[in-house]
């Protein structure tokens, strides 16, 4: 692999895990790591979250790539498609919870074989089926637990206006209804594109489609790798309702009679 295909990898990274990482939510505290630093300087970085690099290790073994930074490895993780499509999803489950599985407290009980059936090589497959959060909705208080569902998984949008160093952005949010996760009508958010003086992605203009991770602007989104977000975003979608839609009223997640 040549060192600008490295850089790229450990730059993208870098783009999308800044946000959660700078709100304290996953890695170690690495934000100005992945705000300015060297690819070498992220590539120290990245091997250190729990979440994110188990999923980049099984993807670049199952894939045949050497590197789990790789931008096509790291692509594939945070977007779906790419490499991972070609992946047998249940393999790739199986791989990663023998990873994590041992990692993991009580609070992740429910990281079993019950899981492989919601299982893909990509972020969404880890905010709906692998974080605990899903588990939480359907007990009274949806809140908190559908505001993170719906910060932490990647979304698209299209930019309608700058506004100086702001965009408005259209989107559409998460909603709970009749149990299930659906897309709701799109909504606009003005959301700040530099961040403490970065700009992920330079020159934005109206109509540009763009990917948003905890309120923060990733990058822009090729027409391609929108499709794979918009795709893997609504399978995992409909593979995680199934699951919701068989629990009991009272939340428990016990097949209905």
Request: charged content about 20%; overall charge positive.
């Amino acid at each position: 692999m040549t060192a600008a295909a490295t850089d790229a990898g450990a730059e993208l990274f870098a783009r999308y895990a800044y946000a959660p990482n700078h709100l304290g939510y996953c890695g170690p505290p690495a934000g100005d790591v992945l705000r300015t630093g060297t690819a070498a300087q992220v590539r120290a970085a990245a091997r250190r979250f729990s979440g994110a690099w188990p999923y980049l290790q099984v993807l670049s073994a199952m894939s045949g790539i050497d590197d789990p930074l790789d931008p096509r490895v790291v692509a594939s993780y945070w977007l779906g498609g790419g490499v991972g499509e070609r992946l047998d999803p249940r393999e790739f489950g199986a791989r990663l919870l023998a990873v994590i599985g041992p990692q993991a407290g009580h609070y992740w009980a429910h990281l079993t074989d019950d899981l492989l059936d919601e299982a893909a090589g990509n972020h969404a497959f880890h905010v709906f089926g692998v974080y605990p959060w899903t588990r939480l909705l359907g007990r009274g208080a949806d809140r908190q637990p559908l505001h993170v569902l719906d910060s932490c998984r990647i979304t698209w949008g299209t930019v309608l206006a700058r506004h100086g160093d702001d965009v408005d952005v259209r989107y559409r949010p998460l909603r709970l209804a009749g149990g299930a996760l659906r897309l709701a009508d799109p909504v606009v958010a003005r959301i700040p594109v530099l961040v403490q003086g970065h700009d992920p992605a330079p020159g934005l203009t109206a109509d540009d489609a763009v990917a948003l991770h905890w309120g923060r602007i990733c990058g822009r989104l090729e027409r391609g790798r929108l499709h794979e977000l918009r795709s893997s975003t609504l399978r995992q979608l409909d593979r995680t309702n199934r699951r919701l839609l068989r629990r009991t009223p009272d939340g428990q997640g016990r097949s209905a009679p």
